[in-house]
């Protein structure tokens, strides 16, 4: 061990000799881990045990940070137990299935106490001793019962807890923050304002009165032990996502992630340009590691899953002051999962004929695109030095239409791949088989969208009975397109030269000029629910299905218009739509009844299959 690292080792060490947790270190330096980041392994991992930290060691043995001064973050909760939690988990789950997700769901139920703050590493254990110390003094005046008072606002639902009851809990937050500035040099700010329990936040205003129902049904008076907890972040991740691998994947290339199944990775939404279609990038909570992973392969799981629980005090007079000390020490991660809910399916084709009468919108995703398997250079693959289109692979399309001006114009406007083509046409196949009727069709002017409603037509058997309606205010976002000006789209005259079926008689709502580079967030929903509504008032006689061949972004920007939902925040957004596969589909029905328009199960089962490598047969050639 180096001289400095036996000056950290002793200074740590002496300062918390004679304590329960001194001896963690001992074991982990004599493993030959430096004190440093043994320390924070333990800080790392609740300082529970020594093997769990070794074992956290051992899976960051390759994490270019592990030598990184960086500290957990720590904040103080009043948790609640018992009766009183089972309700408020039960408020969770019925929230999120009736009115969606909103903020609160985020974190499990609290009252905070203390916000975030940073604690060296070799210092944590004086935080357990700054709680105790604090809930100690406290216990004898802490309240039996803490009054909560349902409140209710156009963003807001929660309870307030009021009266002495709150001002003898914002003494022991402020009694933790003295002790945690005396004992672990701690600079901790105690809540001051309106102590309050979130039930909901930042919901939208037309499920207010759903939630207020639900929030009756959660009595304040349930019996509850209430615990002031000690949880620790990673401060890196703060504004990160996070997700859960859902299924094992080993990497093929060097800068991928290996996952395991229960694995939680760190993704920043705003720093994905380097990102094929259906990948992110990612930081491993459980390695340390940054690399690409298969989105498909994880799920969006609450920010607080990757919290650490270190330790608690209970305020109950019936136990003994000793059992307190450390609380549910064992569990690492306040974790609860649901089970997904499933969409509802119509069940027979009975079901699916009654309502052929009915105005429907069916929204579909275009097939694979050729980039998303050959990249960004797919164009200079597939160019011969006189910029002239050959074959390279069975998945490149057998021949691209003629542009004006020539083949660098598909560099941003790339085809359908072989395999794209195929998933359309049997999409289209399954639609026939449906029996839904297809009244109108309506594009994005991108090839591979105009391509995908083609194919679907063909297998319908209406490619020459309907005309193809282009629609620029469908159109991707174009902050996500590469460039500062929108791509060269093919024009009407070079669609029908190449035999696509087009309109030129519709008048679209945003004309292809009016497509402006790098839009906002908001512009871009607001053209989407211009157009949508453009489409279905353009066929009020038509009691079908209007068919909207767009990009994965249109399954939420086009369909929530239509259910009078407000914008997803953008960065929900972005995740959600990496998600959308080749021909997905959302399918919506007008209930003339009520005159809304309702999400139902799309009339044809989705697309799943896997990949297929590249394979160079010279590798088999014996000898070689």
């Given at each position: 061990?180096?001289?400095?690292?036996?000056?950290?080792?002793a200074?740590?060490?002496?300062k918390?000799?004679?304590r329960?947790?001194a001896s963690?270190?001992?074991p982990l330096?004599g493993?030959?881990?430096?004190a440093h980041?043994?320390?924070?392994a333990?800080a790392?991992?609740?300082?529970?045990?020594?093997?769990?930290?070794?074992?956290?060691l051992?899976?960051?043995c390759?994490?270019?940070?592990?030598?990184?001064?960086?500290?957990?973050e720590?904040?103080l909760?009043?948790c609640?137990?018992?009766?009183?939690?089972?309700?408020?988990?039960?408020?969770?789950?019925?929230s999120?299935?009736q009115?969606?997700k909103?903020?609160?769901?985020?974190v499990f139920?609290h009252?905070t106490?203390?916000d975030?703050?940073?604690?060296e590493?070799?210092?944590?254990e004086?935080l357990?001793?700054?709680?105790?110390?604090?809930?100690?003094?406290?216990?004898?005046?802490?309240?039996s019962v803490?009054p909560?008072?349902?409140h209710s606002?156009?963003?807001y639902?929660?309870?307030?807890?009021?009266?002495?009851p709150a001002?003898i809990?914002?003494e022991?937050?402020?009694?933790?923050?003295?002790?945690?500035?005396?004992?672990?040099?701690?600079?901790?700010?105690?809540?001051?304002?309106?102590?309050?329990?979130?039930l909901a936040?930042?919901?939208?205003?037309h499920?207010?009165?759903?939630?207020?129902?639900?929030a009756r049904?959660?009595?304040?008076?349930l019996?509850?032990?209430w615990?002031?907890?000690?949880?620790?972040?990673?401060?890196?991740?703060?504004?990160?996502?996070?997700?859960?691998?859902?299924?094992?994947?080993?990497p093929?290339?060097?800068?991928e992630?290996?996952?395991?199944?229960g694995?939680?990775?760190?993704?920043?939404?705003?720093?994905?340009?380097?990102?094929?279609e259906?990948?992110?990038i990612?930081?491993s909570q459980?390695t340390g590691?940054?690399?690409?992973l298969?989105?498909n392969?994880?799920?969006r799981?609450r920010e607080c899953?990757t919290?650490?629980?270190h330790?608690?005090?209970?305020?109950?007079?019936?136990m003994?002051?000793?059992?307190?000390?450390d609380?549910?020490?064992?569990?690492r991660r306040?974790?609860?999962v649901h089970?997904?809910q499933r969409?509802r399916?119509?069940?027979?084709m009975q079901?699916?004929?009654?309502?052929?009468?009915?105005?429907?919108?069916?929204?579909?995703?275009?097939?694979?695109r050729?980039d998303q398997?050959?990249?960004?250079?797919?164009?200079?693959?597939?160019?011969t030095?006189?910029?002239?289109y050959?074959?390279?692979?069975l998945?490149?399309p057998?021949?691209?239409p003629?542009?004006?001006?020539?083949i660098?114009d598909?560099?941003?406007?790339?085809?359908l791949?072989s395999?794209?083509i195929f998933?359309?046409?049997m999409?289209?196949?399954?639609l026939?088989?449906?029996?839904?009727?297809i009244t109108?069709v309506f594009?994005?002017p991108?090839?591979?969208?105009v391509?995908?409603a083609?194919?679907?037509?063909?297998e319908?058997?209406?490619?020459?009975?309907?005309?193809?309606?282009?629609e620029?205010?469908i159109?991707?976002?174009t902050?996500?397109e590469?460039g500062k000006t929108?791509?060269?789209?093919?024009t009407?005259?070079?669609?029908?030269?190449?035999?696509?079926n087009v309109?030129?008689d519709?008048?679209?709502?945003?004309?292809l000029?009016?497509?402006?580079?790098?839009?906002?967030?908001?512009?871009?929903v607001?053209?989407?629910?211009?157009?949508?509504?453009?489409i279905?008032?353009s066929?009020?006689?038509d009691?079908?299905?209007?068919l909207?061949v767009g990009?994965?972004?249109?399954?939420?920007?086009?369909?929530r218009?239509?259910?009078?939902?407000?914008?997803r925040?953008?960065?929900?957004?972005?995740q959600l739509?990496?998600?959308?596969?080749s021909?997905?589909?959302?399918?919506c029905e007008?209930?003339k009844?009520?005159g809304?328009?309702?999400?139902?199960?799309p009339?044809?089962k989705?697309?799943?299959?896997?990949?297929?490598?590249a394979?160079?047969?010279?590798n088999?050639?014996?000898?070689?």
């Amino acid at each position: 061990m180096a001289a400095g690292e036996t000056q950290v080792y002793a200074k740590v060490n002496s300062k918390l000799k004679g304590r329960s947790t001194a001896s963690l270190l001992d074991p982990l330096v004599g493993m030959g881990f430096p004190a440093h980041t043994a320390l924070k392994a333990l800080a790392a991992t609740g300082r529970k045990t020594a093997e769990e930290a070794a074992e956290w060691l051992d899976c960051h043995c390759n994490d270019p940070s592990l030598d990184d001064p960086i500290p957990q973050e720590y904040a103080l909760f009043l948790c609640p137990t018992g009766p009183l939690l089972d309700k408020l988990q039960e408020f969770w789950r019925e929230s999120k299935r009736q009115c969606t997700k909103n903020r609160a769901h985020e974190v499990f139920p609290h009252i905070t106490l203390c916000d975030f703050f940073t604690c060296e590493d070799q210092k944590v254990e004086c935080l357990y001793e700054a709680l105790k110390r604090a809930g100690d003094r406290m216990l004898g005046s802490f309240p039996s019962v803490v009054p909560l008072v349902l409140h209710s606002s156009v963003s807001y639902l929660g309870f307030f807890i009021t009266d002495s009851p709150a001002d003898i809990i914002r003494e022991f937050a402020m009694m933790f923050a003295t002790e945690a500035a005396v004992l672990a040099d701690c600079t901790v700010k105690p809540c001051t304002k309106q102590l309050h329990l979130t039930l909901a936040h930042k919901f939208y205003p037309h499920h207010q009165r759903t939630l207020e129902q639900l929030a009756r049904a959660v009595h304040p008076g349930l019996s509850c032990q209430w615990t002031a907890t000690l949880y620790s972040r990673d401060m890196r991740f703060v504004h990160y996502q996070t997700l859960r691998a859902l299924f094992q994947y080993k990497p093929q290339n060097v800068d991928e992630l290996t996952l395991t199944p229960g694995d939680h990775i760190f993704v920043d939404p705003t720093q994905q340009e380097e990102a094929s279609e259906g990948w992110v990038i990612g930081v491993s909570q459980r390695t340390g590691c940054r690399g690409f992973l298969p989105e498909n392969y994880t799920e969006r799981v609450r920010e607080c899953d990757t919290w650490v629980k270190h330790r608690t005090y209970t305020f109950s007079l019936a136990m003994d002051l000793n059992s307190r000390k450390d609380g549910d020490a064992s569990s690492r991660r306040n974790v609860e999962v649901h089970p997904p809910q499933r969409p509802r399916s119509l069940g027979s084709m009975q079901a699916l004929q009654a309502t052929i009468m009915r105005k429907s919108v069916l929204v579909v995703r275009h097939g694979e695109r050729v980039d998303q398997i050959f990249g960004k250079s797919w164009l200079q693959q597939c160019s011969t030095p006189d910029g002239k289109y050959y074959r390279p692979d069975l998945n490149f399309p057998c021949s691209l239409p003629r542009r004006g001006n020539g083949i660098k114009d598909f560099e941003n406007d790339p085809p359908l791949s072989s395999c794209g083509i195929f998933q359309s046409r049997m999409a289209g196949e399954a639609l026939q088989g449906s029996g839904i009727r297809i009244t109108s069709v309506f594009t994005s002017p991108a090839l591979r969208c105009v391509q995908t409603a083609k194919h679907i037509l063909e297998e319908l058997k209406l490619e020459r009975k309907m005309k193809i309606r282009v629609e620029p205010g469908i159109y991707e976002w174009t902050k996500w397109e590469a460039g500062k000006t929108t791509p060269t789209l093919m024009t009407l005259d070079e669609l029908k030269e190449a035999n696509f079926n087009v309109s030129t008689d519709y008048r679209p709502a945003f004309p292809l000029a009016s497509l402006m580079p790098a839009e906002s967030y908001d512009e871009y929903v607001d053209r989407c629910a211009v157009s949508v509504e453009r489409i279905v008032s353009s066929c009020p006689q038509d009691m079908g299905v209007t068919l909207i061949v767009g990009h994965g972004s249109a399954l939420d920007s086009c369909i929530r218009p239509l259910l009078g939902l407000p914008p997803r925040d953008s960065a929900d957004f972005a995740q959600l739509v990496r998600k959308i596969p080749s021909l997905g589909m959302c399918f919506c029905e007008e209930n003339k009844e009520g005159g809304k328009w309702e999400l139902v199960a799309p009339p044809v089962k989705t697309l799943t299959h896997g990949s297929n490598s590249a394979f160079n047969w010279r590798n088999w050639i014996p000898g070689n």
